[in-house]
């Protein structure tokens, strides 16, 4: 949702911002509909398998998890509303801005559903790995 209000702010007011039609941060370009389509039905079987996790013992139980997963559901969910809303994915932040050497050729701009994304399978993948240890050391 504050990914969208950004991207609202950034086009009504008519700052820069790149129109990205590729996939996996501009890498893949001209992304076919029926890769949409298997990303919404592999996001919906994420969600519902995540609906009650703890109860399955899917995943730990835990804030760092629980923070992962919302963070990654709704940056992808951000990402994918501007996808089919208006074919391409709304980017308005820069590296060079943060970073002035930043090379060129290297993907360049991003938007905040990006971080959420990346942020998020950094804490699930943490999560899911701590658990793995703690299942090694009850063996």
Same mark, same amino acid.
């Given at each position: ?71 990654? =559901? +709704?940056? !992808?969910?951000?990402?994918? /509303?501007? *996808? ?43 999560? =899911? +790995?701590? !658990?793995?240890?703690?299942? /090694?050391? *009850?063996?």
């Amino acid at each position: 949702m504050l990914d969208q209000v950004f991207k609202y702010f950034v086009i009504s007011h008519n700052f820069f911002y790149y129109k990205n039609s590729g996939f996996l941060f501009g890498l893949i370009n001209d992304v076919p509909i029926f890769l949409l389509a298997a990303i919404l039905i592999v996001l919906y079987i994420v969600i519902a398998r995540c609906h009650d996790p703890w109860r399955s013992g899917l995943y730990p139980a835990n804030t760092r998890n629980d923070a992962g997963w919302i963070l990654l =559901l +709704s940056g !992808a969910v951000s990402n994918l /509303v501007d *996808r089919f809303s208006r074919g391409y994915v709304v980017d308005y932040l820069d590296w060079k801005m943060f970073l002035p050497f930043w090379p060129e050729g290297f993907v360049r701009y991003f938007n905040l559903a990006d971080v959420f994304v990346v942020i998020g399978l950094i804490a699930v993948g943490k999560s =899911l +790995s701590d !658990a793995r240890h703690l299942e /090694v050391r *009850r063996s």
